[in-house]
């Protein structure tokens, strides 16, 4: 025959079975001492949530999604800068015309990113229009193939437009005017796409000296 269990609070030792005292509606509650392992457990993750919360929360070794993001795009842009001021180091009128026009993977490149991010205004041939039903229909850039240089004929005024867009006091063509591609692109490819310029329209640019 079963012992009837005691009659208790709580209880306190392991293998000690306690029928609480209180009693609501009829119902009864048993007590057993919890295992050692469970309780270290338990008591570890209330220690372990408190030390997170607080670090989390009040220092800075943690960070959130948001700074993370915010951080990766500062990052992004001190290399775009690092690398527009190593471009500039050493890109003149000269050597865009004689060392990157000259190089075929360099107007191979600039061709890519001219046809993929600048056909939609100047067109693919460079006229600014695009044939439609027999017909040449303008689109919204300038043609770059009619010899005329609004801001500059020289090869550096042909990458800082592309590079920092029309300038402020610019109306732009039709209200349209040039976006700022170096944002987008980066100058190296910025620089490549004007040594593609230089290559397709060559008569333009004959006349800068060789270092």
């Known amino acids: 025959m079963s012992q009837e269990p005691k009659r208790g609070h709580f209880a306190k030792e392991e293998g000690e079975i306690i029928l609480r005292e209180h009693e609501y ?4 509650e048993y007590d057993q001492k919890l295992p050692n392992w469970w ?14 919360w607080g670090v989390y929360y009040y220092t800075d070794f943690f ?3 948001q700074e993370r993001v915010k951080q990766e795009i500062v990052a992004v842009q001190q290399a775009k800068a690092a690398e527009l001021e190593k471009t500039l180091a050493t890109l003149d009128d000269s050597t865009l015309v004689h060392e990157w026009a000259t190089k075929p993977e360099v107007v191979s490149a600039g061709e890519v990113t001219y ?3 600048c056909t939609a205004c100047h067109g693919a041939d460079l006229s600014a229009t695009i044939s439609a039903g027999g017909n040449k229909v303008p689109l919204p850039g300038l043609p770059l193939n009619d010899h005329q240089w609004k801001f500059g004929s020289k090869p ?7 590079n920092v867009g029309s300038p ?3 109306s732009g063509h039709n209200g349209a005017k040039m976006q700022a591609w170096g944002q987008t692109l980066g100058p190296k490819k910025v620089a490549e ?6 290559a397709k329209l060559p008569e333009d640019f004959k006349d800068i000296p060789a270092k």
């Open 25 to 28: 509606d009829g119902i009864q």
């Open 39 to 52: 309780l270290f457990t338990f008591y570890g993750a209330i220690v372990w949530f408190v030390i997170h």
């Open 63 to 65: 960070r959130t999604p």
């Open 115 to 117: 046809l993929t991010n």
């Open 156 to 162: 550096m005024d042909l990458f800082k437009l592309i």
């Open 168 to 170: 402020p006091e610019s």
């Open 193 to 198: 796409v004007t040594a593609y310029l230089i």
